[in-house]
């Protein structure tokens, strides 16, 4: 039987992950479109990172290769995107994932630097931005694309720190722009909002900061509405599988919460 992205060449960009006890969104989201069908192109800074999702995409029959590439170098980006082409064919679906937040040296407003927001906005907006820049065009020639961009809950909830909570609502901006712009090329472009994530990326940031993991996991458990239970990196998969699928083929432009319904609790 078919899978839901079948046959499509997928750059998954930051699919590696942070070393920890979970899945990171990035990663699963890899192993999840490789399982229905894409051949996969991990993108990360850590290039090991990368190697780690494709030797278990390879492990359960799938087809992907590692590229190691900084989002905040345009040559580095638009070497991925080429690499694609040359390796399988064309691009489809390309998967913005890469983005910080404290571990970056995201800080409130009254305390970051200007190398400090710069870095963040380098990392979490610019270079999604570069990667649409080098995607569109393929994608144009194509007759065709999806585009997922991972924002977050931040930006619409209150936040603490100010470069991660504008850049993420840089990415919806992002997002809802290259959408209306580019719909007549049959390019889709959506983005995921992810709420308290039980991922390496967010407990163990806290962990090393000093916080006790089981404080960490329990009070991010007890703000959620749906069970009280953090979601997981596949939940975030699973929303970026059915937006890159066919079976969106007429959504566009959406930022979609996945967050247990804390935008609503
Ligand atoms: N985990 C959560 O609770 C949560 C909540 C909301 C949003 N998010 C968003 O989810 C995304 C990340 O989730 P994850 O679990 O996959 O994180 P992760 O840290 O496990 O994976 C991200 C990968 O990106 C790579 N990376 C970092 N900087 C890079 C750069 N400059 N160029 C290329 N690669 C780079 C890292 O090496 C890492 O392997 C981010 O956009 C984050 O803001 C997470």
Redesign the pocket.
């Known amino acids: 039987m078919a899978g839901r992205v079948q046959d499509k060449v997928a750059v998954v960009?930051?699919?590696?992950?942070?070393p920890?006890e979970t899945i990171?969104?990035?990663?699963?989201t890899s192993l999840l479109l490789a399982h229905e069908g894409a051949r996969v192109l991990v993108?990360?800074?850590?290039l090991a990172?990368?190697q780690q999702t494709v030797d278990k995409i390879r492990a359960e029959g799938g087809e992907a290769e590692a590229m190691a590439?900084?989002?905040?170098e345009e040559d580095q980006v638009r070497a991925f995107i080429e690499a694609a082409v040359e390796r399988f064919g064309g691009l489809d679906l390309l998967h913005n994932?890469?983005?910080?937040?404290v571990g970056?040296g995201d800080a409130p407003a009254t305390d970051l630097s200007v190398e400090g927001w710069d870095r963040i906005f380098?990392?979490?907006l610019r270079?999604m931005w570069l990667a649409c820049k080098w995607a569109i065009p393929v994608m144009q020639e194509q007759g065709g694309g999806s585009i997922v961009n991972?924002?977050?809950?931040?930006a619409r909830h209150a936040y603490p720190w100010v470069g991660?909570k504008t850049s993420?609502m840089g990415v919806i901006g992002l997002t809802e722009q290259l959408a209306g712009q580019y719909a007549p090329d049959l390019i889709r472009v959506n983005a995921i909002?992810?709420?308290?994530?039980?991922?390496?990326?967010?407990i163990e940031a806290r962990v090393n900061a000093g916080m006790p993991r089981d404080e960490v996991v329990a009070s991010r458990n007890a703000r959620i509405p749906l069970g009280g239970m953090?979601g997981s990196?596949w939940d975030?998969a699973y929303a970026a599988l059915f937006l890159h699928s066919d079976e969106a083929q007429f959504i566009t432009g959406v930022s979609l919460p996945v967050d247990g319904g804390m935008g609503v609790g």
């Open positions: 960009v930051g699919g590696g992950q942070t920890g990171g969104n990035g990663k699963a993108v990360d800074a850590d990172r990368a590439a900084d989002i905040r994932n890469v983005g910080g937040s970056i380098q990392i979490n270079g991972i924002s977050s809950m931040a991660y993420k909002l992810p709420g308290l994530m039980n991922t390496p990326m967010a953090m990196g975030v």
